[in-house]
């Protein structure tokens, strides 16, 4: 397992150990791990982070994440990220649920079809979110400051200039600040050069704001229409249509709900971007307007607050590390949030670059050569998730196409989440993080079902021949759920490859067909990743703060 030297922080090289550059969550969390270790860390904005980022979500693959870096690097409270309960009162009045997933395919013109719906409820044992970035950021930032990162929050970076032995920061303030590291999470390249969209399977124009006076989707899309549906607004409701998607994320939709905003994602085509209006709230009434459904949920609503809109981008490989700086998150560039992918993905990039630094700042390993493993991960990851997202975008023209895409995503995030804690476990087994540390594999870094890995690829084939033109959408479809019926590692009781079983719930019934069918039938790779708390709906003991000796330990380290 890790071994961190606690002698390291008594180096005198620089002002700090590590600057991380971004008051947000993924810039909170990977100060916070740091600074548990002993690190001198400084925790800053950049010239441009943007700091009020609308409703991100959370699935059960994040909730795996957010479990590694607790339990890895010795910070349970990223652990209460995970789950809506464990967060404080007033994270938690401000944030929402999330209890499902629903996208409901749009035809302009046309009232929304009932029939064109898909609806993914989250098992119950499971406490997802939609967090509200302005109040969960500054949460993540004060988590790192209680664990003794240097947070400053009266000036920002305006430059960073890295030399052989250091790198240089100036700030908005003229101060000077020399660091032996630096993470740059914000929203503007500081290092390297910017991001543009070469390699980029989706090129999009992405809109997002908060608005208020948003219709409760129930109001116009009734749920006596569909006949499985749970609430709308109990979960994140995806629009679809040709060309792109609306997400709508909800926070007052518990008990202790007293935000009355929502956040409003809008995504389409750049060409198709390029015939709409500049402006971006004329171009959002131009696209919701096509579609009554969608139109009649906006009728009242008011954005809170500017719209921000920005061209997807990444930024090429060789731009996003040198010998004692690495970029990551928001500084590689603009990305989509679509399918709850972006916690996840943050999480992801600060569990690699946590464990590099502290090898770095151990004397385990050259800066250099742990900077650019990390940064080839990161980009393998978001390749992959730019496949994703762009085969979804390629489904979305259709719904029997996105039909099919849903069922593998699905099965993706499911096989993903009982893989992770599975090699967690292993981990622990081995006294060694080996079984979570495969990140020349990508987006997959631990061991999955064999089958997996060939399905995403040849999954990811048929969109693009959709693309290409030499398979229509509904040849894709149907060649789709002809494969989720013969692969062994496909749970049949999910109904993964039935078109009609369009609403997915998790019940007791399903949970004891499942079991029986582990102990039966099963493939033996699949076998080994239902652990009891998976069948069952078990979950771990809340997240706590660590015991009073251990915080005046770490005091006394840093």
Known sequence: MDR???????????????????????????????????????????????????????????????????????????????????????????????????????????????????????????????????????????????????????????AAEPTPDRVRL???????????????????????????????????????????????????????????ATPWSAGTVHHLFPGGWVQVVTFANHPEGINPVCAVTLSVDRDSAAVLPNESEELFRTVVARYPTMAAQFRRAVASRPWTAANTSRRPLHATYGPR???????????????????SVAAEVVHATAAALLRVLDGAEPAEDALAGVARFQHKLLAYNDRMLASARIAGADFASFNAFSRVWLLWQILAHLSLKRACADAETEGSWSPVERFGDGALWFRTPDGLVPLL?????????????????????????????????????????????????????????????????????????????????????PAVAPAAERVAAAAERR
């Open 170 to 228: 100036t700030l908005s303030n003229g101060t000077q600040v020399s660091v032996r590291y630096l993470v740059d999470a914000s929203g503007t390249a500081l290092t390297g050069d910017a991001g543009d969209d070469t390699d980029l399977a989706l090129r999009s124009r992405v809109l997002t704001t908060y608005m208020t006076g948003v219709e409760d989707l129930g109001e116009v899309a009734r749920l006596s229409s569909y006949r499985q």
């Open 4 to 158: 961190f030297d606690e002698s390291f922080d008594q180096r005198q090289d620089g002002d700090y150990d590590v600057a991380v550059v971004g008051r947000h969550l993924a810039g909170g969390w990977l100060a916070a791990i740091l600074a548990r270790h002993g690190a001198r860390v400084l925790l800053v904005d950049g010239p441009q982070t943007p700091g009020t980022r609308p409703g991100e979500t959370t699935v059960p693959y994040t909730t795996a994440v957010l479990e590694l870096l607790a339990e890895r690097f010795d910070v349970p409270e990223i652990g209460a990220f995970a789950h809506f309960v464990d967060l404080p009162p007033a994270v938690r009045a401000a944030s929402g649920v999330k209890r499902s997933l629903s996208f409901l395919h749009h035809q302009a013109g046309r009232v929304h079809d009932p029939k064109h719906t898909v609806q993914f409820n989250v098992p119950g044992e499971h406490n997802e979110c939609h967090v509200y970035r302005p109040v969960v950021d500054e949460h993540a930032c004060d988590l790192a400051a209680r664990r003794g990162a240097h947070l400053i929050t009266a000036a920002t970076v305006t």
């Open 457 to 541: 690829a040849w999954f990811f084939a048929q969109y693009e021949d959709v693309r290409r033109g030499v398979r229509t959408p509904a040849g894709a479809a149907q060649a789709i759920f002809r494969r989720l019926a013969r692969s062994r590692f496909v749970p049949p009781l999910y109904r993964f490859a039935a078109p009609s079983a369009r609403y997915y719930k998790f019940t007791s019934t399903r949970r004891i067909a499942m079991l029986l069918w582990v102990m039966t039938v099963a493939p033996k790779d699949f076998q080994r990743l239902l652990r009891r708390e998976n069948v069952t709906g078990r979950r771990r003991p």
């Open 325 to 343: 700086w690495i970029a990551v998150d928001r500084a590689v560039g603009v990305v989509e949030d679509f399918l709850s992918s972006d916690i």
